[in-house]
C-alpha cells in the first residue's frame, strides 16, 4: 500500500524561533486529531539539528530540502546527505524547479544527490514539472518523462521503490494558479504508467506522487480525491499552523 503523505517545504523561511514554535503549535494540534497521512516537516538545513528533538514521539518525521551532490570533502558551504542523515532528518527534498532553475541543477547531478540520499538511508521527496510554456506547447507529458528518465532510471527497483514523487507544475508554484483537480490526476497517471512501464505495476501502484503548487486548505480535498494524488508538498500553505493543517485535513473524510 502506497503512503499518504502531506509534506511541508519551508523553503528559505522563518528563523529559528518561529520555526520550533511552528512545530510546537502542530504538535499540539496534531496530537488532538490524527491526521490520516504521514506528515513530514522540510526546513532550512539549519534548523535540523534544533526541530528534530521537539518532532520526536509526534506524528512528523523531518526533512531537508536539499543535500550535496558529494559525499564529503572540500565543498565549501554544502551539507551532505550524512550530515542531514545525522541529525534526525528521514527525507530530503530534491530536484526541486527553484533549485533546477536558480542554481542550475541538472538531471545529472540530480541522480548523484538522489543516490547519495539513499545511501545514508534518506527518503527522497523527488520533485517534477513542467514550466507554463511547456504546457502551452502541450509538452507536459515528454518533459516530465524525462526529468524521471534522466535522474531516476537507472537505478535498481529496490532503491527506486525508495523514492517518493512530487509533481509540481512550476506555473503553479508560489502563483495561487493550482492545476485542476483534473490536470493533476492526469499527470498523476501519466507519471505513474511510466514508472510501471520501467519498474512494473508493483512498483508503480506502491509509489507515493504528491503533488505540489498552491495547494491550500481550500483545493487539498478535491486534489487528494483523486486515485492518482496521494498526498502534497506544500510551500505557501506550510508556513501557519492552521493552514497546514488545513491541507493536512484534506484527507480527512
Ligand atoms: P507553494 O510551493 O505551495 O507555495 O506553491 C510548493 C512547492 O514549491 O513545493
Request: charged share 25%.
Amino acid at each position: 500500500m502506497r503512503k499518504k503523505i502531506v509534506a511541508g517545504n519551508w523553503k528559505m523561511n522563518k528563523t529559528l524561533q518561529e520555526g520550533i514554535e511552528l512545530v510546537k503549535e502542530l504538535t499540539t494540534v496534531l496530537a488532538n486529531e490524527k491526521p490520516n497521512c504521514d506528515v513530514v516537516i522540510c526546513t532550512p538545513f539549519i534548523h535540523l539539528a534544533s526541530v528534530a528533538p521537539t518532532l520526536k514521539g509526534t506524528v512528523m518525521e523531518l526533512g531537508a530540502e536539499n543535500c550535496a551532490d558529494k559525499a564529503s570533502g572540500a565543498y565549501t558551504g554544502e551539507v551532505s546527505a550524512a550530515m542531514v542523515a545525522s541529525t534526525g532528518a528521514k527525507y530530503v527534498i530534491l530536484g526541486h524547479s527553484e533549485r533546477r532553475a536558480y542554481y542550475h541543477e541538472h538531471a545529472e547531478l540530480l541522480r548523484d544527490k538522489v543516490q547519495l540520499a539513499l545511501a545514508n538511508g534518506l527518503t527522497p521527496i523527488f520533485c517534477i514539472g513542467e514550466v507554463l510554456e511547456d504546457r502551452e506547447a502541450g509538452e507536459q507529458e515528454e518533459v516530465v518523462h524525462e526529468q524521471i528518465s534522466n535522474s531516476l532510471f537507472d537505478f535498481s527497483p529496490e532503491d527506486f521503490a525508495k523514492i517518493v514523487l512530487a509533481y509540481e507544475p512550476v506555473w503553479a508554484i508560489g502563483t495561487g494558479k493550482t492545476a485542476t483537480a483534473e490536470q493533476a490526476q492526469e499527470m498523476h497517471a501519466f507519471i505513474r504508467k511510466a514508472v510501471a512501464t520501467k519498474y512494473g505495476k508493483e512498483i508503480a501502484d506502491n509509489c507515493s506522487i504528491l503533488y505540489g503548487g498552491s495547494c491550500n486548505p481550500k483545493n487539498a480535498k478535491e486534489l487528494f480525491a483523486n486515485p492518482d494524488v496521494d498526498g502534497g508538498l506544500i510551500g505557501g500553505a506550510a508556513l501557519k499552523c492552521a493552514d497546514f493543517k488545513g491541507v493536512i485535513d484534506g484527507f480527512n473524510a
